[in-house]
């Protein structure tokens, strides 16, 4: 595994996303882009360890019963893996200080912030500081947001870029946090690398539905504070060709390749220039 | 003693779902209260230490950051009544299954036999609400009494130390397992008497036909061989009136129809199913030749077609009326998960790509009295959509395509259709993956879920017998988490040759699966008794036909046993034994080793006899109404536009994930402001690949009040013509048909049946002709034929409606066409001949008239326009393109210029029409096969050759600025602002 980006798409109760991951990832470059079931972890036989840029993809974890991706969290926290002493939670801690890179998509994001991996300040990834519950409308909804992105985020998926379009497609997307001042340090850190907005990307907002969900402060995504650990609600890999876009078929100069595309080949650049 | 553990958000967090409760509470029931907040309760009837239920509680069952929790004490506070809602014994709870999971995971031990967790949602009530009151919300919105019970407690008898105490809904009772016989050597009357006593649905008829061959000495010769007494088993007499069902022998459609037409003319028809629907696609195969790309028709689960060289698409649509109409939301749910096992059951099995749905109810505004025992229909609307919306999304299949067809007598029944279409190599191992077959000696293995009563006798259920303890059987509630888990696990057992067959549980369950799986060796041996089950107390019988949803049966050939077993338990689902094919000829079952049903498979499957049924066409009495054409034409297209028929269902459609697996490619909404109505999906399933799968659908009941015979052919063009309009190529489409019909059989019941059986007929011949005529081969189907509601002298009976489901493909995906108008000075055509067609309309409906002449489809020039305007769209000459049907070309010109967010000029005058035609009837005429095209000015003479003989007229352009303006000889027929005319179409529906 000399020169090869390695990325890996864990799938299973419920994920349901893995495929177009798998697919933004290897469009963007990774040579390797595995789609792995939880059981194979479980069972030992495949190991985090072996990949760069591990992919938490969107669905409903078990149904998201117990709220969204709690269940989850629960089972990662806790699931022990086959013929070792080792959860798989600390199979990702060790990946997360290996220095790799994690990225989380809706579900997902839902999953890294409920098990603590977000926005993970002072470096605890396993401490809950922050939530994603049910949107203000009360419904899932699907439709496509702009967002805005911080430039001075120390996120290296947004690297470059001001502004994307993406879909949302969730139910609970609303991300609150319980202490003030977590929200003040997310802030002063800029680790709320999206915001939704208005189309020119100007500033975040929190009307409805440019803001679908109610988010405190427009938050649409958030990393650590090395940038490298990422989530966020809208669905990049749903945006990786033009016939993605809602209006490709009026809009004559939209580009072959969708804005989703840029974040994944971020990581992958990362990876190839930091990692390999 | 049961643990108690409630959980509630933390005051100053804002409670959506108690916010929407108050508001439906106000928009159903009219009441009004102040505040309304909810508490999640769990009730945990497990071995578990204090701590152990404290770190459930504090992890996996609550947000730390939100919610705050409570364990054996009330959370609820500052409430005036409180209304706890929780299921009954049986029902499917998937929360109370994943808590369970949680629980175990945190434990490390699993829970045992008897053990589980129970889910229930307190509703804190504040305002001016009394018990009467809040027993009004609990049993007309929150609770719905056949599966669920409640509890309603005011704040002054609230126990401020143990909170609410309730029952659990454990299943209990200790019923042994038996087998009865059944003495069928009796009269006719207690012949019957047995048929509806068991609720067995079989005729007289049929019951005669069962003793023959029950009575005869031959057959209790074979019998002593295994043991068993020369009467009847209730295992073997369930088994039959499951297999003779009409939902699964298709009674109806298989029968002779004695068919009389208006001018006396009699014809007896041999089953409309093979006469009409078979004989179209074999006349269609034939007529194709080569080009044939139908792979699998009508023997499986689903129909199959060619995709391309190396993929196969796989479609099903399927019915759940009855349920639905009972539990909105657990109906609907287990129809569209239903469906998706269709898919995965076809072939060896194929991945789910898409969902599509068509619902069909009364006005959710329906302010009339409603008759005993129907639910409002605005709790139908929006259980169902929820059902849809939790089933498609949680399984991870995009919605890309429905409608919701409005008619007050869908209050009687509500129609809830669920289509999945799916894909599959075109070969698998070395074989073709639409194929499979069962070889002698490979074991039963039941798959996914467990058993449980539900689904016990489908819907001929009453809720009088039901009683404290006794679980629910009709309804049931899918699962779509523990199905995803199955099919995730069945993909990778596909893959790996693991099985040599699979189909699964749907009606009629294991006697159904393994039943129609054994035609293939013509035998199998059952065991009944190691079926893993949900609760202790099921009889063999009730193992045999319940309907317990999320199971697969399949066939796995001895060597690969073990492996197959092994996998599943890794991948967290459950796969069993239960026994072997074989090829005795019989249908044998056995319980603990002892023989419970030994039936001949020829007489099983072969023995239901043939009904007869008497259809005589009179067309009815209609007349075309006379009234002057209205002063203000914009006004009129304004009320159209706000119809519930034509208005936008975005409010709908925006709660499905039209987008997931990110193939949707021209998408439900479209235009400027991702609002337009599209006509079709198009859907890109290869990520390797541009061709596309096309999908969308017909369905005019309107017309049926005046003639099946038409409203079947408009349904079939108007699936084509929504095809068409994307880019679907004309060459290359399947039908898919679904019957739903009120009782076509003459009885005291149905004094009418007579004519509803004519009715029955000319749709079908209908069906027949114009499929034959567009060269469109129907590929799979399904009929449901008792939508009526009776009870006492309140008959409703549906109108008959074919939902026409059509797929196809698109070579190119970048080539598909959306229907919102793109530029100013675009061209407007409009394709296809204007006739006087008001017969059944929205414009005649609008003003209360139903009028005679019906829209009538002329296949011969629709299909060479369907065929130019494909040459069109390959050669990108068509900028947009959209269909006219409901509310004709008004309300086409309309959808297409604020889709686009631009206006429109246009000039009627010509257009192509037949006779003489007031202005109304050239706005507003349904006549079917046209289609409005723009086109760029300089692509004028390109795009009108390839038309060149046909009806085709540029009636004007595209404007900069936002008004729609038509007239007729220069004369201004109207000119309205588009945004008026979207707020109209956006408004009715926007908040539900």
């Given amino acids: 595994m000399a020169k090869e980006v390695r990325s890996i798409v864990i799938t299973g109760n419920g994920t349901n996303c893995e495929r177009e991951v798998a697919n933004a990832c290897r469009l963007a470059g990774a040579e390797v882009a595995d789609i792995v079931h939880i059981a194979e972890l479980l069972a030992g036989r495949v190991r985090l360890d072996d990949y760069h840029f591990l992919n938490l993809a969107g669905g409903f974890l078990d149904g998201d019963d117990l709220g969204s991706a709690k269940a989850g969290a629960n089972r990662l926290r806790h699931a022990p893996v086959k013929g070792s002493a080792e959860s798989l939670a600390d199979q990702l801690y060790r990946f997360i200080e290996a220095g790799k890179l994690v990225m989380g998509v809706c579900n997902g994001f839902q999953l890294m912030v409920k098990m603590g991996l977000l926005p993970a300040l002072d470096g605890d990834y396993r401490s809950q500081t922050a939530t994603l519950t049910h949107n203000d409308s009360g419904r899932f909804e699907d439709r496509w947001t702009y967002l805005k992105v911080d430039p001075a985020s120390p996120c290296i998926y947004t690297r470059g870029l001001t502004g994307i379009y993406l879909p949302v497609r969730h139910g609970e997307g609303k991300f609150l946090v319980r202490e003030p001042q977590v929200l003040e340090r997310i802030e002063a850190a800029h680790l709320a690398a999206l915001k939704y907005c208005a189309a020119d990307y100007n500033a975040p907002t929190m009307d409805y539905p440019l803001n679908p969900n109610g988010s405190t402060n427009a938050i649409a995504g958030v990393c650590d504070a090395t940038g490298r650990i990422f989530g966020l609600m809208p669905h990049p890999e749903a945006y990786v060709h033009r016939t993605h876009h809602p209006r490709w078929t009026r809009e004559e100069d939209l580009p072959e390749e969708g804005m989703g595309l840029w974040l994944y080949r971020n990581a992958v650049d990362f990876i190839r220039r930091e990692l390999l | ?992």
Wanted: with cysteine.
């Fill in chain 2, 1 to 992: 003693m049961a643990w108690r553990i409630v959980v509630g958000l933390l005051d100053d967090v804002k409670d959506p779902r108690g916010e929407r409760v108050r508001r439906e509470i106000r928009e159903h029931l009219g009441i009004e209260l102040e505040q309304v907040r909810t508490l999640d309760v769990y009730t945990v009837d497990a071995d578990l230490s204090e701590a152990e239920v404290e770190a459930a509680a504090a992890g996996p069952l609550s947000d730390p950051v939100i919610q705050r929790y409570a364990v054996n004490r009330p959370l609820a506070r500052d409430f005036d009544v409180l209304i706890e809602v929780g299921f009954r014994p049986g029902v499917t709870d998937n929360v109370g299954r994943t808590a369970r999971e949680a629980i175990q995971y945190l434990t490390g031990r699993p829970f045992a036999a008897g053990e589980a967790v129970y889910t229930s949602v307190q509703y804190l009530l504040k305002g001016k609400v009394d018990k009467a009151i809040a027993e009004r919300i609990a049993s007309g919105f929150l609770g719905n009494g056949l599966i669920q019970r409640w509890d309603i407690v005011t704040a002054a008898e609230f126990d401020q130390e143990k909170g609410v105490t309730i029952t659990l809904p454990k299943v209990t009772g200790d019923a042994r397992p038996e087998v009865r016989e059944i003495d069928l050597d009796v009269a006719d009357e207690a012949l019957m008497q047995i048929s509806r006593d068991g609720m067995l649905a079989l005729n007289l008829d049929e019951m005669k036909t069962i003793q023959a061959h029950a009575i005869d000495p031959t057959f209790s010769q074979t019998r002593t061989a295994v043991g068993l007494g020369a009467k009847l088993t209730d295992v073997e007499l369930e088994a039959l009136a499951q297999t003779w069902s009409e939902h699964c022998k298709h009674k109806i459609f298989s029968a002779r129809i004695d068919y009389e037409d208006e001018q006396g003319r009699k014809e007896s028809i041999n089953s409309l199913f093979k006469t009409y629907i078979v004989g179209a696609t074999r006349d269609i195969r034939a007529a194709k030749g080569e080009k044939d790309f139908c792979l699998s028709v009508f023997k499986d689960n689903a129909g199959v077609i060619a995709f391309n060289e190396d993929w196969s698409v796989v479609f099903k649509v399927e019915t759940h009326n009855s349920p639905s109409a009972l539990d909105p939301y657990g109906g609907a749910l287990t129809g569209i998960v239903g469906v998706n096992r269709d898919g995965m059951g076809t072939g060896m099995g194929a991945r789910l790509i898409f969902n599509t749905d068509v619902f069909c109810f009364a006005s959710p505004f329906y302010e009339k009295p409603l008759p005993p025992r129907l639910l409002h229909p605005r709790r139908i609307f929006e259980g169902v959509v929820e059902g849809v919306e939790h089933g498609g999304n949680k399984s991870g299949i995009p919605t890309v395509n429905g409608s919701i067809v409005f008619d007050e007598r869908f209050a009687g029944k509500p129609l809830v259709y669920c289509g999945t279409a799916s894909i599959m190599p075109r070969v698998l191992n070395g074989k073709p993956c639409h194929e499979k077959k069962v070889q002698v000696g490979d074991h039963i293995v039941m798959t996914g879920g467990r058993i449980g009563k539900d689904g016990i006798h489908g819907a001929t259920f009453s809720s009088e017998e039901l009683h404290e303890g006794s679980p629910v059987t009709a309804v049931q509630i899918g699962d779509p988490i523990t199905q995803k888990r199955m099919f995730d696990f069945l993909l990778i057992a596909r893959d790996r040759g693991l099985y040599s067959s699979i189909t699964d549980n749907g009606a009629g369950g294991l006697s159904s699966s393994v039943g129609e799986m054994s035609e293939d060796t013509g035998g199998f041996e059952l065991h009944l008794d190691r079926a893993p089950l949900k609760y202790p107390g099921l009889q063999p019988w009730e193992i045999l036909i319940s309907e317990a949803q999320e199971r697969m049966t399949l066939a796995v050939p001895p060597e690969k046993l073990e492996e197959f077993i092994q996998l599943a338990r890794e991948m967290d689902v459950e796969a069993v034994d239960l026994g072997v094919f074989t090829d005795s000829g019989y249908f044998h079952c056995l319980y603990e080793g002892r023989t419970v049903a030994y039936l001949p498979m020829e007489f099983l499957h072969g023995g239901v006899p043939q009904m007869v049924i008497s259809a005589k066409w009179t067309p009815p009495k209609t007349a075309e109404p006379v009234f002057p054409v209205p002063a203000d034409l914009g006004a009129e297209l304004g009320k159209l536009l706000g119809r519930l028929n034509i208005c936008s269902k975005e409010s709908v459609i925006r709660r499905y994930d039209h987008e997931v697996q990110a193939g949707t490619v021209i998408k439900p909404l479209v235009g400027v402001a991702n609002d337009g109505p599209s006509d079709a999906a198009v859907f890109r399933p290869l990520f390797d690949s541009f061709e596309g799968v096309v999908v969308s659908h017909g369905i005019c009941p309107s017309y049926s009040d005046i003639d099946t015979y038409h409203m079947m052919a408009c349904a079939i063009d108007e699936g084509l013509r929504n095809y068409v309009a994307v880019g679907g190529d004309i060459e290359h489409v399947a039908g898919l048909d679904n019957f739903c019909w009120c009782d076509p059989v003459k009885s005291e019941k149905t004094p009418d049946g007579e004519y509803k059986a004519a009715q029955l007929v000319r749709a079908n011949k209908a069906l027949y002709e114009y499929c034959v005529a567009f060269g469109v081969p129907l590929i799979s189907g399904k009929d449901s034929m008792k939508n009526d509601y009776q009870i006492g002298d309140t008959k409703i009976s549906i109108p008959p409606t074919v939902l026409f489901s059509v797929i196809g493909k698109i070579d190119d995906v970048r080539q598909a066409v959306s229907m919102d108008v793109k530029r100013p000075g675009d061209l407007v055509y409009l394709l296809g001949e204007t006739r006087d067609e008001c017969g059944g309309s929205e414009y005649y409906s609008e003003l209360g008239f139903l009028g005679s002449n019906v829209p009538k489809v002329d296949a011969m020039t629709a299909f060479a326009r369907y065929q130019a305007l494909n040459a069109a769209q390959r050669q990108g000459l068509v900028r947009s393109c959209h269909d006219l049907s409901d509310g004709g070309l008004g309300v086409a010109l309309a959808e297409k210029a604020f889709a686009g967010g631009y206006g429109l000029r246009v000039e009627l005058e010509g257009m192509v029409v037949e006779g003489e035609l007031r202005d109304d009837t050239l706005l507003f005429s349904e006549s079917p096969s046209r289609l409005l095209v723009t086109v760029r000015p300089q692509e004028r003479e390109s795009f009108e050759r390839l038309f060149a003989g046909q009806a085709l007229a540029c009636l004007g352009e595209v404007l900069d600025t936002p008004r729609l303006v038509v007239s007729r000889s220069g004369r201004t027929l109207l000119d309205v602002d588009i945004n008026l005319l979207k707020e109209a179409w956006q408004a009715p529906l926007r908040e539900l």
